[in-house]
């Protein structure tokens, strides 16, 4: 492993920051976080930073504004679940898909995992109604980027899977006790952080990004 120097990760996410952490210093990195690059919060603009209709657009927006503000190499990435069965929602709506701005954390969690099994069951109607099989299929999507002030970089990762109809598991964050892996035969939310980081889209898209940093250093 060779050092490669200090990288901000920019989320606010501590479920993020859980994953990506031990992904980037894998790879060499020395890595900060917004706290530890004394960034405070603006939740103003920040959350106007994620209101592209592409993953990949978001995670750049994200490196883009950190990189600006710290002047170090940033990593951002903007990532969320895509249900065949609502044409792709929540999308890059999935952390605010409930429009509870008042929750965060686990709580935020819980309302968007009970917002998609309503959802579901209601595309489930539908599809009986016009004498279709339904589907629970769906994909977790990230989008990944890094700008150091001369480069802009970006990588996607997905992974495959179906929504149970009931949470099972307390680990991951996010819809991940609702996400039946193809690849682990299990939830995201029965696995340790080593067990998902194998097949997720978060480490898949990293992964593919600092391919791309390490061709052109």
């Known amino acids: 492993m060779t050092a490669r120097g200090r990288l901000l990760?920019?989320?606010?996410s501590a479920g993020k920051r859980r994953e990506l952490e031990p992904l980037l210093r894998a790879h060499g990195w020395d890595v900060v976080d917004l706290d530890g690059a004394g960034l405070p919060e603006r939740p103003e603009e920040e959350d106007a930073l994620e209101v592209a209709?592409?993953?990949?657009?978001?995670?750049?927006?994200?490196?883009r504004y950190f990189h600006a503000l710290s002047g170090l190499p940033t990593m951002a990435d903007d990532s969320g679940l895509s249900c065949d069965a609502l044409a792709g929602a929540p999308g890059v709506r999935s952390k605010r898909w409930s429009s509870r701005p008042e929750r965060d954390g686990a709580a935020l969690d819980a309302a968007n995992n009970a917002m998609l099994l309503s959802a579901l069951a209601g595309a489930a109607l539908s599809a009986a109604v016009?004498?279709?099989?339904?589907?629970?299929?769906?994909?977790?999507v990230c989008g990944a980027a890094v700008v150091d002030g001369t480069r802009e970089l970006g990588a996607r990762g997905e992974t495959t899977g179906w929504i149970l109809e009931r949470e099972v598991g307390t680990g991951g964050f996010?819809?991940?006790?609702?996400?039946?892996?193809?690849e682990l035969g299990t939830t995201f939310g029965m696995v340790t952080r080593e067990e998902k980081a194998r097949v997720s889209h978060?480490?898949?898209?990293?992964?593919?990004?600092?391919?791309?940093v390490d061709e052109g250093s």
């Open 53 to 63: 209709e592409t993953f990949e657009e978001n995670a750049l927006a994200k490196a």
């Open 202 to 212: 978060r480490a898949r898209a990293v992964d593919a990004l600092l391919r791309k």
């Open 9 to 12: 990760l920019a989320t606010r």
């Open 130 to 140: 016009r004498r279709e099989p339904p589907t629970r299929a769906a994909r977790y």
């Open 174 to 182: 996010g819809y991940d006790p609702l996400f039946y892996s193809d």
